[in-house]
């Protein structure tokens, strides 16, 4: 039986990993490729790495980032934030990195989610949505929207459309963010995720909201999601990775456990 | 020094460096006197395979695999490359080499599943292996270990006897296959932490008699 992913995400600005609390205010809190290594030795099933670099001049830094974390550890890890083109996701792909996320550069231009499948395989492209809750209407009778910006543009777009749209083209995974749950540690946004989930194929990453172990626990029974995303979490030591797992197990939740 | 295939697959460098990682030389090339010259050869792989097999008939390298396995020197499949050894590939109806008797077959999309209605496909996460018939290959591994798949499709020998362990996923399907001098996994030892690392390892040492 597979098991259920536990996926530390990692924001990368500059070559540094921050922290920021509803898109608003960044910490420095350490080296990525350090981090990266000492999730991978604690049991993290995969990491995500969030390129928010601002200025298009420095991405070089991330490319840099990414090879030197593909030579530390041998668990996937997928890397988004700023690929805007195949281009883009082939540098990525070539550095090291096991899979591609694209989010606002999806919805401005869907193509380069089959442009990507078709040159590196289903596998390798995620779909990162942001999500906000607003309510059923004609236009999102999901209530789920799409939004980008960090959650400041609203697209027009329903969410669960969206995800079934981009299946179609070719994504292998989604990784779902519900921007009203980020950064609140409260829970992750349960009826979204298995609204989602439940109504594609491919695998979907819970983002956004958690605080506990009990929340990953939630979001991987109720919610119904194959993997969940933590970060502040574990980022200040108030979990660990081992720590979570063993109560995901007492759970009878399916995780992997470190041999 | 071990020669990992460049077929225009993919893929290939998080294999090279995993296999440096253990302190192995290698080097990843497409050319065929450099992989018959080569100790042993490692044959990965992602992606459909349909285009692979173009590829690789293309570049001759179907052929030097075969010499390759007939001279004796030891072969590890991984993923595409342990689907394209099998007779023939369900995925775009291909002829393939034929290496192990049989042929890779297509998860059913309505495998039944207590969260959803239907078993995602891909399979895609980690899981365990159930180890059928000890292998040098596989040896010092614990029955926890969990190793990582993505796939759609599986390779299903016509001889049970090549079949060296199985995994469960909807069914249970063959996830690591062998016969004489060659061995073919489903799942990424690159990719599958510790217990991958191992295998990898496992496999720079093996002596097939």
């Known amino acids: 039986m597979l098991s259920k992913r536990i996926i530390p995400c990692l924001d990368v600005r500059e070559g540094k990993t921050t922290k920021g609390i509803k898109f608003k205010g960044n910490v420095d809190i350490g080296d990525p490729v350090d981090m990266a290594r000492i999730y991978y030795e604690a049991g993290a099933d995969e990491i995500v790495f969030y390129d928010i670099t601002a200025s298009h001049e420095k991405r070089g830094i991330m490319i840099d980032v990414v090879r030197r974390v593909a030579e530390t550890i041998f668990i996937p890890f997928s890397v988004g934030g700023g690929i805007r083109t195949v281009e883009d996701m082939r540098e990525v792909l070539l550095a090291g990195a096991e899979k591609v996320s694209v989010n606002s550069a999806a919805v401005k231009h869907p193509e380069i ?75 992750y946004e349960l009826t979204l995720t298995a609204l989602i989930s439940q109504n594609v194929s491919i695998p979907v990453i819970a983002s956004g909201g958690a605080g506990k172990p009990e929340h990953l626990a939630d979001v991987l029974t109720q919610g119904k999601a194959d993997a969940a995303l933590i970060a502040s979490m574990v980022h200040y030591g108030t979990y660990t990775i081992s720590g979570i797992k063993s109560y995901l197990d007492e759970r009878k939740i399916k995780v992997r456990k470190i041999t | 020094m071990i020669a990992i295939i460049d077929y225009k697959a993919g893929n290939l460098t998080s294999v090279a460096r995993a296999v440096s990682h253990i302190g192995v030389e290698c080097v990843v090339t497409g050319d065929a006197k450099t992989i018959l010259n080569a100790e042993r050869i490692i044959f990965p792989g992602v992606g459909a395979a349909g285009s692979a097999m173009e590829s690789l008939k293309s570049l001759g390298l179907d052929k030097v695999i075969a010499s390759a396995y007939a001279q004796g020197k030891p072969i590890l499949g991984i993923c595409l490359g342990t689907q394209i050894i099998m007779a023939y590939s369900e995925e775009n109806d291909t002829p393939c080499l034929g290496i192990i008797a049989g042929k890779t077959r297509a998860f059913s999309k309505q495998m039944p599943d207590e969260d959803r209605r239907f078993l995602k496909i891909p399979q895609m996460g980690w899981n365990r292996i159930c180890v059928k018939a000890g292998h040098p290959v596989l040896s010092g591994l614990n029955p ?66």
């Open chain 2, 144 to 209: 926890e270990d969990e190793f990582y798949f993505v796939h759609g499709y599986y390779p299903s020998p016509d001889h049970a006897a090549d079949i060296i362990a199985e995994t469960e996923y909807g069914i249970l399907f063959p996830s690591v296959i062998g016969v004489n001098n060659i061995i073919a996994m489903q799942f990424h030892p690159e990719k599958s932490g510790r217990p991958g690392l191992r295998i990898l390892k496992n496999f720079c040492e093996w002596r097939p008699c």
């Open chain 1, 113 to 187: 989610i089959s442009q990507g499948a078709k040159a590196f395989g289903n596998q390798c492209i995620v779909l990162g949505m942001d999500v906000k809750h607003v309510g059923k209407s004609e236009k999102i009778p999901s209530g789920y929207e799409i939004v980008i910006n960090g959650g400041r543009t609203y697209m027009g777009i329903d969410a669960l459309e969206w995800a079934i749209r981009a299946q179609e083209l070719g994504a292998g995974e989604i990784c779902l963010n519900s921007i009203d749950a980020d950064g609140t540690r409260e829970g």
